[in-house]
């Protein structure tokens, strides 16, 4: 059984979530249809079993935006100091990272070479490995499900995560390991709007996200899992609109601008 927040033109909600207070602007479905130039935002609740669950699901805008990832593995930061320190208007947390900051998958940004190479083809049909390539784009996100969709290395800024959870609008994760844990997925919709997913409240297993992401009214064609746990964050001040989900300190981000 899930919840969603109605939106008829542009409503400001007041929540308090994980003892942060925020404000939200909604946008209607006819607004995230134009010029993509605000985020669109709306909280969606999730009752499986005895849990209550809040996820937050942002439209990343498109228009007037620059997208890159951050990485910074000797001073890891929770989202809010990233936004600040960067002046970004959105910071999500991005790829899973090892015990000394560096990301433990292919990382490349415009600065140099991943230290991780770029997978083998055999190694990208393999449904299990980091099959979810996450890529920066003049426009915004790009997203490709390696498996299905095999290629060289670019030389964009681009990054690899697991598993893939949703793939031409079907849920991958076929088996429920039980390991419930705060979430982060970044997703594309029907239209081709960009999201990004966030628990603000609860736990859910990968399975249940990748079965809850294809019952959503978006339509999501493709949506692939980030480093969760206590990773999971997003910091957003855009216009009128801030919303701050805690994180943990984390090594890396993904980072939007405003450039009008």
């Excluded at 790829?95 to 230290?115: C, H, I, L, Q, V």
């Excluded at 249940?208 to 692939?224: D, K, N, Y």
């Amino acid at each position: 059984m899930r919840k969603a927040l109605s939106s008829v033109g542009i409503l400001c909600v007041l929540a308090v979530i994980v003892g942060v207070i925020f404000i939200v602007r909604e946008e209607s479905p006819s607004m995230k249809k134009e010029s993509r130039s605000l985020p669109s935002v709306s909280v969606r609740e999730v009752v499986i079993g005895d849990r209550s669950i809040s996820m937050l699901v942002v439209g990343l805008p498109a228009s007037l935006r620059e997208y890159h990832f951050i990485s910074d593995p000797g001073q890891p930061k929770i989202v809010s100091e990233w936004r600040s320190e960067l002046g970004a208007e959105i910071v999500f947390n991005g790829s899973y990272f090892n015990e000394d900051g560096t990301p433990s998958g292919y990382w490349k940004t415009g600065k140099g070479k991943s230290a991780v190479p770029w997978p083998s083809l055999e190694d990208q049909a393999d449904p299990n490995g980091y099959t979810f390539a996450v890529t920066a784009l003049v426009d915004g996100l790009h997203f490709q499900y390696l498996p299905a969709n095999p290629s060289e290395e670019t030389v964009d800024e681009t990054f690899l995560s697991f598993p893939t959870l949703v793939a031409d609008g079907k849920p991958l994760v076929k088996v429920d390991s039980g390991l419930l844990a705060r979430r982060t997925a970044v997703a594309e919709d029907v239209d081709g709007v960009k999201y990004v997913i966030v628990t603000e409240k609860g736990t859910l297993s990968l399975y249940e996200l990748s079965r809850w992401l294809v019952e959503q009214p978006e339509q999501f064609v493709i949506a692939g899992n980030l480093d969760g746990g206590p990773s999971t964050g997003l910091s957003m001040q855009s216009g009128l609109s801030k919303i701050e989900v805690p994180s943990a300190p984390i090594s890396n981000v993904i980072a939007i601008w405003n450039r009008e």
